[in-house]
């Protein structure tokens, strides 16, 4: 069985290969966040981008007329309602709903301050069904839910006027405080227009955080749970990202409320749909990504390196993302979790890793997982564990419940998360196919055996793939849910009850497929391998693992190699709308690509501009020459959630960027790069095949290296001062080392 290295290599997950043999050249990915912009492109091919941040008048005119109605609902006498629930809960039931209800109606100023009730303790589930749907015909300005009653055995059913109901109630709740201790909560209000989607889509934009991330502080402020949003997919963190996001019955308006108080996040483009958004729905990703510090022989090497990707693409390797960035890659453990080892795939996730210790907040994480290693102290080590830390906290928290059940500790991970072991797992087999395809057969023909994706007559049909499997793709490390892959889609089939079959000399000769429609299986129960070569390699690596691939060991199919249905991917990957130019620069602050907020700045700028011009009597000669974008703001500056004091936190930011801008002089080349990929392709990869680099030797560099290739140490950040506290060190590095790299 493998181990664990101090960290993952290319080769380590079967990243060997190029299809170019053209020279590389160097580049930096990501200097700053903003040279890698990722847009969503929806399932009808349009790209999803940030061009309002106001609410349309048409769906504020059908809230208000909602609120009318709800006024009009709270105002009217229940009496035969509370009649009807008398002879379903009780006497004493009625008369608490009763006089819950004439508080709602006398103190409609300020309907936050009426606490919820709770109904008479209840051990009949079917009684206690009947009561909500009795609540939710009849009371539509009330939420009901059911908690834990004296006992086991008994539950009670809570009543409460719906948050933001009446008189917008709560609309502007910040803390659970200011919401009088109610829980968050997923139901949206049910005094929704008829004529309403159910559904409010907005467009998501965000710099340098991830959608988990920026759809968890959203709710927050909100007062409503994650899991309230839908979207198809997960973008990068270290990006500027604009994607589709979908909440259950919000208004608009509040969520547009929003703006003025989140940093590095903004919502907009808001609409009313009838569907939710489900992982997997979007035909892919539009990146335009920027390498600065361009350095080749000659200019004509550049070229045509970037001619040759356009042209031949890439080989469609899963990036090193897919299997963590720390000491312990995924993939070893989703191998134990197909073995049905808990208890190692428990401590593979909780022990101390190995590796350089980069950041303050990377050795606080350290620290705390050496204490838990140490003490088995759940309650402290839970306490030191970053909120970011999804799979360790769940782990724990269950642990705390049930003591050495490790299979149920492992399940108190988000599905979406646990899944991704074992989707590492599968990655990481098919990188090491794709190579030894390459490796064997070439880049330019079809061969023999290559399975493909059936073109004509079912009388020709040779082998039969469903790909029916929907595979989350979720994070880059997680361990780290800070850090998210910039494929941003769920790894789902290219296409769903699709016919493959096995390549024959005859297809071959006639020319039916080329070296395109090559695909490789994602291992599952319903796959077939090549009919050359290549399948070896699948079955040779599992073995080593100790996992048979037609065989599970254990009965719990979510962790079970037969129960997972599996599916095919495109070995070679050529991107579409692939566009490329040279530029040139001087200050490496100033950003060589516009965002979506970028834009609408400048629409605003230039018609402030123009509304001072008018009323000073002057022309308009250049409307352009305004104040920053808001994005270069946020570039320059922090943007972060602590409260932060002018002064010495400053002093110290500016010292780091002097330390790096004074290696920078003179004018650099940037290679700009706009292009698509369908859900699941890495953007990564196809810049690996243009520089010729390893990603892993790439993102080194870009921790330790500024675009002028200066070595910055910890004491050339710091320069001997000391922060004010730990918060703004860790902030600091995250700016520095995250962003400016």
């Known amino acids: ?24 050249f160097r580049g930096i990915l990501k200097q700053r966040y903003s040279d890698f912009i990722v847009n969503e492109v929806d399932k009808d091919g349009n790209v999803v981008h940030l061009t309002s941040l106001e609410v349309p008048s048409q ?26 629930f008398r002879s379903l809960a009780g006497d004493s039931d009625a008369e608490r709903l009763e006089a819950f209800i004439t508080q709602v109606t ?34 539509k300005f009330l939420v009901t839910d059911t908690v834990d009653g004296p006992d086991a055995s008994l539950k009670c059913i809570r009543v409460r006027l719906k948050s933001g109901g009446h008189n917008n109630g709560g609309r502007n709740s910040k803390k659970r405080k200011d919401r009088g201790g109610q829980p968050f909560d997923c139901r949206g209000s049910n005094n929704w227009p008829e004529h309403l989607g159910k559904f ?18 959203i709710g927050k402020m909100l007062g409503i749970k994650p899991r309230c949003f839908g979207f198809a997919g997960i973008k990068d963190k270290r990006s500027v990202s604009t994607q589709r996001v979908s909440v259950f019955k919000q208004h608009a308006t509040r969520l547009a409320a929003l703006n003025d108080r989140l940093i590095g996040i903004k919502v907009g483009n808001f609409c009313h749909v009838t569907e939710e958004l489900l992982l997997g729905q979007l035909l892919g990703n539009q990146f335009t990504i920027t390498l600065r510090g361009v350095v080749a022989d000659s200019e004509d090497t550049i070229k045509r390196s970037a001619d040759s990707l356009g042209r031949h693409g890439f080989i469609n390797y899963f990036g090193l993302q ?31 890793r190995e590796g350089d210790i980069l950041l ?33 906290r769940a782990i724990l928290q269950c642990m705390k419940k049930c003591p050495g059940n490790y299979l149920q500790a492992l399940k108190a991970i988000p599905r979406t998360l646990r899944m991704m072991y074992v989707h590492s797992y599968q990655s990481y087999l098919w990188n090491h196919a794709a190579s030894v395809r390459v490796q064997k057969y070439g880049t330019d023909q079809i061969v023999v055996g290559d399975l493909v994706y059936f073109k004509g007559d079912d009388t020709e049909r040779e082998t039969l793939g469903v790909n029916s499997e929907c595979e989350v793709h979720s994070h880059d490390d997680v361990h780290d849910c800070s850090n998210s892959d910039e494929t941003s889609g769920a790894n789902l089939p290219e296409m769903k009850n699709t016919l493959v079959k096995a390549v024959t000399a005859e297809d071959i000769s006639t020319g039916n497929y080329t070296i395109d429609d090559v695909i490789l299986p994602m291992p599952g129960s319903r796959v077939s391998y090549p009919m050359n070569d290549v399948a070896k390699v699948y079955h040779d690596l599992a073995k080593k693992d100790t996992i048979n691939l037609a065989e599970s060991v254990h009965s719990v199919k979510e962790f079970s190699i037969t129960s997972i249905t599996g599916n095919y991917r495109r070995v070679f990957q050529k991107p579409t709308d692939f566009e490329w130019e040279l530029l040139s620069y001087t200050d490496g602050n100033i950003p060589l690509a516009e965002t979506d907020l970028d834009k609408i700045a400048k629409v605003k700028s230039k018609n402030l501009f123009k509304e001072e011009e008018r009323a000073n009597g002057k022309e308009d000669k250049n409307p352009y020459c305004m104040r920053q974008p808001m994005s270069f703001q946020n570039d320059i500056h922090l943007s972060t959630d602590y409260n932060e004091t002018e002064g010495e936190r400053e002093v110290v930011l500016a010292q780091v960027y002097s330390v790096c801008d004074s290696y920078s002089q003179g004018t650099q080349m940037a290679l700009k790069l706009s292009f698509t990929l369908p859900a699941s392709s890495y953007a990564t990869m196809a810049i690996r095949e243009l520089l010729k680099t390893s990603s892993v030797a790439l993102h080194k560099t870009l921790n330790h290296f500024c675009s002028g290739g200066c070595i910055i ?29």
């Open 322 to 352: 897919r299997f963590g960035s720390g000491s312990m890659p995924t993939y070893l453990i989703g191998a134990a979790f197909l073995r049905g080892e808990w208890k190692s795939a428990v401590s593979m996730i909780l022990d101390p």
């Open 59 to 84: 769906i504020v005119e059908a809230v208000e007329e909602g609120e009318k109605k709800v006024s009009i609902q709270i105002g009217k006498s229940y009496a035969s309602e509370i009649e009807s």
């Open 200 to 217: 409010l889509r907005f467009h998501l934009y965000k710099e340098n955080k991830d959608t988990h991330e920026a759809i968890g502080l």
């Open 360 to 392: 303050l907040v990377h050795y606080l994480v350290r620290k705390a997982r050496e204490y838990y290693k140490e003490s088995g102290d759940i309650e402290g080590t839970l306490k030191q564990l970053p909120p970011h830390l999804i799979a360790e």
């Open 713 to 741: 140490p910890w004491s050339a950040i710091v320069d001997g001062q000391k922060l004010p506290n730990e918060t703004d060190f860790i902030a600091l590095e995250e700016e520095f080392c995250l962003e400016r790299f």
């Open 106 to 139: 006398t103190e409609s100023e300020d309907c936050r301050s009426i606490s919820p009730i709770l109904l008479s303790p209840n051990s009949d589930k079917a009684n206690r069904t009947a009561m909500h749907n009795f609540f939710k015909e009849k009371f």
């Open 1 to 24: 069985m493998a181990t664990a290295k101090m960290t993952t290599d290319e080769s380590d997950v079967g990243i060997f290969c190029y299809i170019s043999q053209l020279p590389g």
